[in-house]
């Protein structure tokens, strides 16, 4: 027998926590029985020990024949070539009505900048076509309400299709809201909206210089998406605003019991868009996000799982097979940080893909790397979550490791908190 490589123990007040990262297994023990526990983990072969039956039912103790390894291997590329559902990123328009300081579609040019009613219908042509049955489209920008009347004409067609079973996303700065559209996007089968922000008052302005809509205006128009579907709050932290995260939740307090949850990401500065005054360090950032999530429970907030757990076999979408990003001009592409179709790997013309098969190669068009072929994943106990992180932060050469990569322990008990705590 021998112990597993991939779990993590933490301890959090009389508790000691253990998780298998492979198989989702969460052992609690008194943390005055620890050290007999310890002791089973280093001498697995002890099989009298009280601690051993349950170690080993949980895969903590496996044969000494178990390739770890080889097993996670299989449930990535299980993941990777489902083809039970057909995941669309649509790019609906890259027009926008803020000016994000940090966004990193900044200073790019777009030969085409939205979708036009040719490229609805062309999509929709191309939807009726394909196998799996179930179909879901992320609506993305820019800033996708901006051309939410094109949308629900795509969904008011889809909702007539009987081979497939579609349902939405949305991706939104909030700044627009529609009563009339969310309420015939939830009948279409709206899943929930995603909605980044910033801060408050003159945080969020000095951020996200907008003539259109201030702060509070992005508060309200969360509060009433509420009504309609789950509500996803993404808040983008940097130097600036780090201080001022608490006064979002703060304005959202009476409604933490409702269909809102938070979580958080990093304002990363890239070439074409340079913020370096801006982006917090890594270590800075996780701790800072340690800190908020803490206090956010503390208030009985819902906090999304954004820990390393219940991952199982992609960390992104772009490693999968049935998973496109849809452009304006139906170009297709790996990520949604491609935008130029001269990256893009195929097209939808005449309801058919056509592949760019002479830019296979290309910077962003290069399959995913095989995060098993690559020695420092292969020997990394976060494998098991991130299968080789982001490939696209790989490829312009900054690092593709979770930022929480060092932080499992502090994750784990975010994960307790979020799910047994409650």
């Not at 949308?151 to 579609?166: G, P, S, V």
């Not at 130097?239 to 958080?264: A, D, P, Q």
Request: proline fraction near 3%; glycine fraction near 4%.
């Amino acid at each position: 027998m021998k112990t597993s490589k991939y779990y993590i123990s933490t301890r959090i007040g009389d508790v000691v926590l253990y998780y298998n990262l492979i198989n989702d297994t969460l052992l609690q023990l008194p943390a005055d029985r620890n050290e007999g526990c310890i002791e089973c983990l280093k001498n697995p072969n002890n099989t009298m020990s009280v601690y051993w039956p349950k170690l080993y039912e949980d895969r903590f103790i496996i044969e000494d024949d178990c390739d770890e390894r080889k097993e996670i291997q299989k449930r990535h590329w299980r993941t990777v070539n489902r083809a039970d559902e057909l995941n669309l990123t649509v790019i609906s328009t890259l027009n926008c009505n803020s000016d994000c300081v940090y966004c990193y579609q900044r200073n790019l040019a777009f030969q085409y900048t939205e979708m036009t009613e040719e490229n609805f219908d062309g999509l929709y042509r191309f939807l009726q076509g394909v196998p799996q049955k179930n179909i879901h489209i992320n609506w993305y920008g820019g800033e996708p309400l901006l051309a939410k009347e094109h949308i629900l004409e795509f969904c008011a067609k889809a909702n007539k299709d009987r081979r497939h079973t579609y349902s939405y996303s949305i991706s939104t700065n909030a700044s627009v809201y529609d009563e009339r559209f969310f309420r015939l996007m939830e009948g279409y089968g709206l899943t929930n909206v995603t909605v980044s922000v910033v801060g408050t008052g003159e945080t969020h302005m000095a951020l996200r210089p907008a003539a259109g809509y201030d702060s509070d205006c992005v508060i309200k128009n969360i509060i009433r998406m509420t009504r309609h579907t789950n509500v996803m709050v993404n808040i983008n932290l940097c130097k600036s605003n780090v201080e001022n995260v608490m006064e979002i939740f703060e304005n959202l307090l009476g409604y933490r019991h409702s269909s809102l949850s938070f979580y958080f990401s990093r304002i990363v500065s890239y070439a074409h868009r340079p913020c370096a005054e801006l982006e917090l360090d890594v270590d800075t950032y996780m701790k800072h996000v340690i800190r908020l999530a803490n206090w956010a429970l503390d208030h009985q907030f819902r906090i999304c799982d954004m820990s390393c757990f219940q991952k199982f076999g992609v960390y992104c979408g772009v490693y999968t097979k049935d998973n496109y990003v849809v452009g304006p001009g139906l170009y297709l592409y790996q990520c949604d940080r491609s935008y130029d179709p001269d990256d893009s790997f195929a097209q939808i013309v005449n309801g058919a893909l056509v592949y760019h098969l002479d830019r296979i190669g290309c910077k962003d068009t290069t399959p995913c790397l095989d995060p098993y072929q690559i020695d420092t994943c292969r020997d990394c106990k976060l494998l098991p979550y991130c299968n080789g992180g982001c490939d696209y932060l790989r490829k312009i050469g900054k690092s593709a490791c979770p930022p929480e990569k060092n932080y499992l322990e502090e994750y784990l008990k975010l994960y307790y908190r979020i799910f047994y705590e409650r």
